[in-house]
């Protein structure tokens, strides 16, 4: 049977064949550091846990409104406008079985054949297929290290065409780290709104920010910026939730509306139950959230003190997210070549850049213990020495 044109332009996540390789050495009895994980290592917290137990006993098991019940919307509106200085009614918040959905919804909602949408890499890898899963054609920025892996108003201005429809704004970011300005959004956005063009802001990793760094939403920016941008965040990075499948985006209310009906046919609502325990999550006390910023700071800290250190390699030190990005240009490896002899000879995973766009880095993630991530740069090290 022949494949739709959309299915042959789809590539499966490259970030999962080294993590499965690892994976298998590991239960070889194989010592493998691992740090390929783009999900915090902490439990989620007890409380979190027990509101959904909680709303499981009281047999909260059935369809809710597709958009999620409306005491989680009024949460996140309430949360956006006393963290994020946003006013959004909870009509034009639609949760979703995750960030990923949330950013899809968005594309499918507003992109089409014919369209671009710019996304400057190192990019979260599903982007680009999420842009063709909609008809239209991801446009890749290449960043630049010396500009901390950040698209400057300049480098969108250079790709912009009249198809410009979309552009990814992923803040702070992964895989590289990094954590957009106040001003440097607000440069872009006086593009966008030149031209009208929609703003993604994945915001998933707001929660992790290091330093006194401030994190802005795009959308708070100005009123332009609320007007043009698709507001997207989730709990599974803040909260420890990867696998409950819960996020949300916030929206002009013509936009949360039409994704309302896409995910109406697509998914139905996020699971009833885990909908309590994102209620628990914001209404609860955020002493958790800080504890774990505070653990992933001091790995942070000791990540890139160290890879600063190591021969053949750089990295900008990362303001935001538990990931790092190593430049092995000087190494003269493609970063696939790189990634499979660091697992080979020394027993270390890591991601190879070319699956987020940029083939002279590594990713390095930092959401494993202390423990592991001495013994892994230990390995590095030596590995470099070799190279
Ligand atoms: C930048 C970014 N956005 C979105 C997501 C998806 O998060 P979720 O688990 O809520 O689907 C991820 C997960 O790795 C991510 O790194």
């Known amino acids: 049977m022949d ?18 390789k690892a994976k298998q050495m590991k239960a070889e009895g194989q010592d493998v550091c691992s740090f390929g994980a783009g999900e915090p290592d902490f439990d989620t917290p007890e409380h979190i846990k ?18 999620g019940i409306p005491e989680l919307r009024e949460a996140i509106a309430r949360k956006l406008f006393r963290e994020n200085g946003l006013e959004y009614k909870p009509t034009q918040i639609i949760v979703s079985t995750g960030a990923k959905q949330s950013c899809a919804n968005a594309m499918l909602a507003v992109c089409q054949p014919g369209d671009e949408v710019v996304i400057p890499a190192p990019y979260w890898v599903s982007y680009p297929e999420m842009a063709r899963l909609a008809g239209a ?3 890749i920025v290449q960043t630049k290290q010396e500009n901390g892996w950040k698209m400057t108003a300049d480098d969108f ?35 966008c709104d030149e031209e009208g063009i929609c703003i993604l802001a994945d915001e998933m990793y707001e929660k992790l920010v290091y330093d006194d760094a401030e994190f802005v939403s795009v959308a708070a920016v100005s009123r332009q910026a609320y007007d043009l941008t698709i507001t997207v965040n989730g709990f599974s990075k803040a909260y420890a939730m990867t696998g409950w499948r819960l996020g949300y985006l916030a929206a002009p209310e013509n936009i949360a509306k039409a994704i309302d009906s896409i995910q109406s046919h697509l998914t139905s609502n996020p699971t009833s139950f885990a909908q309590y325990g994102a209620l628990a999550a914001l209404n609860g006390d955020q002493q958790c959230v800080s504890d774990m910023r505070d653990e992933f700071q001091v790995r942070r800290d000791y990540v890139y003190e160290r890879i600063s250190n190591m021969p053949n390699v750089t990295a900008v030190k990362p ?4 990931y790092i990005l190593m430049n092995i240009e000087r190494t003269a490896l493609s970063s696939t070549n790189f990634s499979d002899r660091l697992l080979s000879k020394q027993k270390v995973a890591v ?9 002279k880095t590594v990713r390095i993630s930092y959401a494993t213990s202390l423990d592991v991530i001495k013994k892994g740069l230990d390995r590095i090290e030596e590995f470099l020495r070799t190279v």
Do not use: H, W
């Not at 780290?177 to 959004?185: F, H, I, K, P, V």
């Not at 303001?319 to 538990?322: E, Q, Y």
């Open 3 to 20: 494949l739709a044109e959309r299915a042959n332009l789809i590539s499966p996540s490259p970030t999962l064949a080294i993590d499965t």
């Open 319 to 322: 303001m935001g997210a538990f």
């Open 137 to 139: 054609e991801p446009v």
């Open 50 to 67: 027990q509101a959904a137990i909680e709303a499981l006993n009281n047999n909260f098991t059935r369809y809710t409104p597709s958009s």
């Open 351 to 359: 991601v190879p850049g070319i699956a987020f766009g940029n083939d």
């Open 157 to 191: 201005r250079d790709v912009m065409t009249p198809r410009t429809k979309m552009v990814v704004l992923n803040s702070p970011n992964n895989p590289t780290g990094a954590l957009y300005t106040r001003e440097e959004l607000a440069e872009i956005v006086e593009v």
